[in-house]
């Protein structure tokens, strides 16, 4: 009857609840030991310009190797991250890592271009976050110019003021702003006019059908005719078919990241990566794969 019936619910209530903290606890201690002893990699995605099909970027993509779980995706410990603040550390390392392995590549005449990392909310809020990122590129040699970062409208929103500040303290630095995962946050036109940002990513979640409904590549046409309106570059997220990448070429998207071309990759893996498609470049070349 109702009474049992209610506390069943309750008791499975209280379960699922005790299951959802033992699983962040465990998540937790999983994010600390990878912090403790360097378990974080950095995996990098090739940027694609279209027009070329060469590499003209690339974004650091984040996972926790740990010699027991295996590779861990991010959407198993950024959410989390966030939460508890640690994504500041790892933020901070995947930063570092990333320019030591693009000034790398500098170095050995393979990419000139831009590495793009994500900075997540709790980073862009930091007080200290430009000297936290000049003393980065100090270290590591890299140009300022050869890199950007990736925020979501999430983390500009709630302030804009504030945000527009910071970006414009970034910009002065000459680092580039994308705006990720377009579309799936609350993209308020409006300030999207006002973000000193130079380019856009359009979320994957818009990418998916553009091959088969006509609304959705309706959608995908207007965001890069705004884009372009506004002097943005676009680059579309999550390609995996020819048929997407058709639609993409017709309706001019400069840049593609996607399944079609590359997935993500090890250091090493997209060291031969850059060394397979540039077989010509010396030490002593000027790379133009920059963004122009
Ligand atoms: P994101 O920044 O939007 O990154 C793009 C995601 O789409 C990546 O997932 C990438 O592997 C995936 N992707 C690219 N092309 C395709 C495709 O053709 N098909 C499919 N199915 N997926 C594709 P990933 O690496 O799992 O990262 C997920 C999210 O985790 C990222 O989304 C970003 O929000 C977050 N993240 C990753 N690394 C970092 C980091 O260092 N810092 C912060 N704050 N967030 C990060
Ligand atoms: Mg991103
Ligand atoms: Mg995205
Ligand atoms: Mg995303």
Redesign the pocket.
């Known amino acids: 009857h109702a009474k049992s019936a209610g506390g069943n619910r309750y008791q499975f209530y209280s379960e699922s609840l005790n299951r959802n903290a033992i699983r962040r606890l465990e998540v937790e201690t999983l994010i600390r030991e990878g912090l403790r002893n360097d378990l974080f990699e950095v995996?990098y995605?090739p940027k694609i310009k279209l027009s070329t099909g060469k590499i003209i970027g690339m974004?650091?993509?984040?996972r926790l190797n740990h010699p027991e779980h295996g590779v861990i995706?991010?959407?198993d410990f950024?959410p989390l991250a966030e939460e508890n603040g640690l994504?500041i550390d790892?933020?901070e390392l995947?930063l570092k890592k990333a320019c030591f392995a693009t000034q790398q590549w500098r170095i050995q005449g393979l990419f000139n271009g831009r590495v793009a990392?994500?900075?997540?909310s709790k980073q862009f809020a930091l007080p200290d976050l430009q000297q936290r990122i000049a003393s980065i590129l100090h270290l590591t040699q890299l140009p300022a110019i050869n890199l950007e970062l990736?925020i979501t409208e999430g983390t500009v929103i709630h302030d804009p003021e504030t945000a527009i500040n910071v970006m414009q303290q970034l910009n002065k630095m000459g680092i580039n702003l994308a705006l990720?995962?377009f579309g799936t946050g609350y993209s308020s036109l409006s300030y999207l006019k006002r973000f000193p940002i130079h380019s856009l990513k359009i979320d994957?979640a818009f990418i998916d059908d553009i091959d088969k409904s006509d609304k959705d590549l309706k959608m995908v046409d207007s965001i890069i005719t705004m884009a372009h309106n506004m002097e943005l570059t676009v680059v579309a997220?999550?390609?995996?078919h020819s048929s997407q990448l058709n639609i993409l070429k017709a309706l001019k998207c400069e840049y593609i990241?996607?399944?079609?071309y590359d997935k993500?990759m090890p250091m090493k893996q997209y060291t031969q990566r850059l060394k397979e498609e540039s077989p010509h470049i010396t030490q002593n070349n000027v790379i133009n794969n920059t963004y122009t």
């Open positions: 995996y995605q974004e650091a993509l984040v995706p991010p959407n950024i994504i790892i933020g995947v990392v994500n900075l997540s990736e990720d995962d994957k997220e999550g390609v995996e990241q996607g399944y079609i993500p």
